[in-house]
């Protein structure tokens, strides 16, 4: 307790002297350098209105921007809230009230109070005016960039102005355009990195309106640790050894100083509150197989599996979930994890909401364990579940070989 | 300083490239690739290996109206261990062959290797039976998007033949430039004479 009383202490002695809260439906000077901030950012929100990843689920939607607006209270009014279908934790708020939630951190938050508390915190950068200070301060690194931008365009329209075929200069310029998305998306993650003290300001403020918000304060440290627990169990040493940041923007590390201020700061505030994990789960629940099927494709099996076995340690959900970690074992071949992944799937497959891939996939594995019966078994079931998938030829074509004994 | 490096490390990356990546011709006719394989192209195309992302020795891309409308991947013979798409870091992996897998793992190598591109909702459909050069294998039709929203559509051909994978992988925007060349495509598809 003592460690943690220093902890929040020396939080609290980091953070600059309290700002003003900037005021509900505050819109900048037309020739303020705040507009010209908001102005980017209006682009970039535009932008996100076509992007590829943008969740169009109405209910989805409704109940993220629900959380925000607890999490805001008056500020609601003045937010914007997209749900991006991108695997990796991250909530993001922009100087003109843009905001991006991820799917990842939908998927790693155990339920709504974890939620309210990240978006909180987001709220709390926005409120704070933290973008427009950290902005000011990196002035220089954007003066870079641009200048970067301008000089990869030349380089790039010269070298397709001396290319030998019409499709060779664009290829050229098509190599080059990639780089400069590039560094265009690197100045716009500047937009969301804050200094140690702003992420520490956030922490607690963002702790604040969630209890205000009626949820329960402890929902935010448990949050924090979740995440740190996901990073030691990545597949890679390096990740392993690496500080968790709480989201693909932050330059600053989690450290467990930050988590243990929260804990101490709940202490001061009323215990207990609403958790919400029903409703999260029940807006969640439509979309958890796509978005494990895109944190596998991310590579970092260990990592999923932590995830899952968040999802899975209330019980529910479980014919999904053992899929998936089926999945994940079956792809990361390890030693040992084609059996932990056939375990999983006959886990799965024992539950009312298996997804019918279950049944290929046990065969399939037990056809790699030579349980012939078995895998003929499983392939038969594949097959009467789902008749029409267009790989039931391919797995016919299994149940063949098997009979031809290949 | 150390931001000045960070900003001006693509920059680099880019100059360098710039100044080395050539893109060749890959004339009308019969195109070989690497040992195994060749394809007969009905026209000419663009060789544009250097300068893919994620370039890997065994993998030929080429292109007509540029990577961003119109590429086709060709492999030659993955072995176990090696990819279509070459990862930028370790920790960022990307699809491997490996020597036990199931025929649907290897149309989940061809889609989350177009994932490890970076296209988004990507989607293998159509799986059916498909001859590569005198081998069976699997036919595939896929749609993608890209991260700013455009529509695209794949078609191509996995085929595993003596313990080697051979990928032909086409890409390309759904509006107008998919079909403009699928009847070219279709014919390399069915030109391909391997050993």
Same mark, same amino acid.
Request: aromatic letters at 6%; charged letters at 25%; proline letters at 4%.
């Given at each position: ?406 | ?6 900003? #001006?490390? !693509? ?6 490239? @710039? +100044?080395?990546? %050539?893109? =060749? ?5 019969? $195109? ?45 013979? #993955?072995? !176990? ?6 990862? @930028? +870091?370790?920790? %960022?992996? =990307? ?5 036990? $897998? ?94």
């Amino acid at each position: 307790m003592r460690t943690s009383a220093l902890a929040l202490a020396a939080v609290l002695a980091a953070m600059p002297a309290a700002a003003q809260e900037r005021a509900a439906g505050l819109r900048p000077n037309a020739t303020s350098a705040e507009a010209g901030f908001w102005a980017v950012m209006d682009k970039a929100e535009a932008e996100a209105k076509t992007r590829a990843d943008l969740n169009t689920d109405p209910a989805l939607n409704a109940y993220v921007r629900g959380v925000m607006c607890k999490a805001a209270a008056a500020h609601c009014p003045d937010l914007r809230v997209y749900v991006m279908d991108r695997p990796f934790m991250n909530a993001s708020m922009a100087p003109n009230g843009y905001s991006e939630v991820w799917s990842g951190l939908l998927l790693r938050a155990n339920d709504e109070a974890e939620l309210a508390y990240v978006l909180g915190h987001e709220v709390s950068h926005f409120t704070e005016s933290h973008t427009i200070e950290a902005h000011r301060a990196q002035k220089t690194r954007a003066n870079v960039v641009l200048a970067a931008t301008v000089v990869v365009a030349v380089a790039g329209a010269a070298s397709a102005a001396s290319a030998g075929t019409a499709s060779e200069a664009q290829s050229i310029m098509d190599a080059t355009g990639n780089t400069i998305d590039l560094i265009y998306y690197a100045q716009m993650a500047s937009f969301f990195r804050f200094s140690r003290e702003q992420e520490g300001e956030a922490d607690l403020l963002g702790q604040r309106k969630l209890a205000e918000a009626g949820y329960d304060p402890a929902a935010a440290a448990e949050s924090w640790r979740g995440l740190t627990a996901e990073t030691k169990g990545s597949d890679f040493k390096r990740v392993r050894e690496s500080e968790t940041r709480i989201s693909v923007f932050s330059s600053h590390p989690l450290g467990a100083q930050r988590i243990a201020a929260l804990e101490t700061q709940a202490g001061t505030l009323t215990a207990g509150g609403d958790r919400g994990r029903d409703r999260h789960r029940a807006a969640i629940r439509p979309h958890l197989g796509a978005w494990l099927r895109d944190d596998l494709r991310k590579r970092d099996f260990g990592q999923t599996l932590v995830v899952i076995d968040r999802l899975a340690a209330d019980g529910e959900d479980l014919g999904v979930l053992n899929y998936y970690r089926g999945e994940a074992y079956r792809m990361r071949r390890g030693d040992g994890d084609l059996a932990k992944a056939r375990d999983a799937y006959l886990a799965a497959a024992a539950q009312p909401d298996a997804p019918v891939a279950v049944w290929r996939e046990l065969g399939d594995i037990r056809r790699r364990d030579g349980d012939l019966a078995g895998a003929r078994t499983a392939y038969d079931n594949y097959l009467a579940k789902a008749p029409q998938a267009e790989d039931a030829w391919l797995v016919q074509d299994s149940l063949s070989s098997l009979d031809q004994g290949k | 300083m150390r931001t000045i490096f960070r900003a #001006l490390g !693509p920059l680099a990356a880019c100059l360098a490239l @710039a +100044a080395c990546a %050539t893109v =060749t011709s890959a004339p009308a006719g019969a $195109m070989k690739v690497g040992d195994a394989y060749e394809v007969a192209l009905g026209r000419e195309w663009s060789d544009i290996s250097n300068i893919m992302n994620g370039r890997t020795k065994k993998v030929r891309l080429l292109s007509i109206d540029g990577p961003l409308l119109n590429r086709l991947y060709l492999s030659d013979g #993955l072995e !176990p261990g090696e990819y279509l798409i070459k990862p @930028a +870091a370790k920790e %960022t992996p =990307t699809p491997v062959i490996r020597k036990d $897998m199931s025929a649907s793992e290897r149309l989940e190598f061809v889609a989350d290797s177009v994932v490890a591109l970076e296209y988004q909702r990507v989607q293998l459909v159509r799986p059916r039976p498909a001859k590569l050069g005198q081998g069976n294998g699997v036919r595939f039709d896929l749609t993608a998007q890209t991260k700013s929203g455009l529509d695209v559509k794949g078609t191509g051909v996995i085929s595993e033949q003596g313990g080697k994978t051979y990928v032909l992988l086409y890409l390309a925007p759904a509006e107008h430039y998919f079909d403009a060349n699928l009847a070219e495509v279709e014919a390399i598809l069915g030109s391909a004479r391997l050993g």
